[in-house]
């Protein structure tokens, strides 16, 4: 079966460091991906990830390990404007590329 | 920097009417795909697009729904005869894939409201 397991909510302070987990099971895998999402707005792409291992973007990076079925989205120096709904997807091996949404984690940042 | 772009943004239409959801992919991207997003609710995939026929379907993607590349710019989707539970963001994405790494894109979307 499908599934991708993220935390509903956290919160976080301005300028501090913030890492969103993401657990995953599905049918064959071809990648996992982040997408930004701010209320009412499409989901914006962050990264891909497909060998294990850490990829740095910027204030933000993304880890992968296939053997565990398991990623996080790391946020450094987080501003308020990064408050908004991180999603976690998977995309199917042997598919389309198509992607298996989670239900995303609401990050808000305090001042 | 080119992006997927959406028309309308917003669409109100009656139960039972057909909707047309108009999308315009990334010029050189092969894959294309409609996702909604009930309001509240994740992602879910209704279809992909590639090399002019239908890749995949999930099982929302039922006989009232059917997608259309009818050119070399638009992809589009249409619901035959809406229901209330169409209501929902319809997000058109596509991709493509480099040696080493995969990118979707999605559009701003389309506010599908049924009454």
């Known amino acids: 079966g499908q599934n991708i397991d993220q935390p509903t909510e956290m919160t976080a302070t301005e300028g501090a460091i913030v890492q969103i987990n993401c657990t995953y099971q599905t049918s064959g895998f071809n990648g996992l991906f982040w997408y930004q999402q701010h209320a009412g707005e499409a989901p914006t792409f962050l990264s891909y990830n497909v060998l294990d291992g850490l990829e740095e973007k910027g204030r933000f990076s993304s880890f992968l390990s296939r053997s565990k079925g398991y990623s996080y989205l790391l946020l450094k120096e987080l501003q308020m404007k990064d408050s908004a709904s991180y999603l976690c997807?998977?995309?199917?091996?042997?598919?389309?590329?198509?992607?298996?949404f989670g239900s995303g984690t609401r990050l808000l940042v305090r001042p | 920097e080119p992006e997927v772009t959406q028309t309308p943004s917003h669409q109100v239409t009656q139960m039972g009417q057909e909707v047309i959801l108009r999308c315009v992919p990334i010029s050189n991207h092969l894959y294309f795909y409609w996702y909604r997003q009930i309001l509240g609710q994740k992602v879910e995939f209704l279809v992909s697009f590639y090399n002019n026929e239908i890749s995949e379907k999930s099982e929302i993607f039922d006989d009232q729904f059917s997608v259309e590349r009818p050119d070399g710019s638009n992809f589009t989707l249409k619901i035959r005869s809406t229901k209330l539970e169409d209501s929902a963001m319809y997000f058109c994405a596509s991709g493509n894939t480099g040696s080493s790494s995969y990118e979707q894109y999605f559009g701003p979307g389309t506010r599908l409201t049924v009454t």
């Open positions: 997807a998977a995309a199917e091996l042997d598919s389309s590329y198509k992607l298996i």
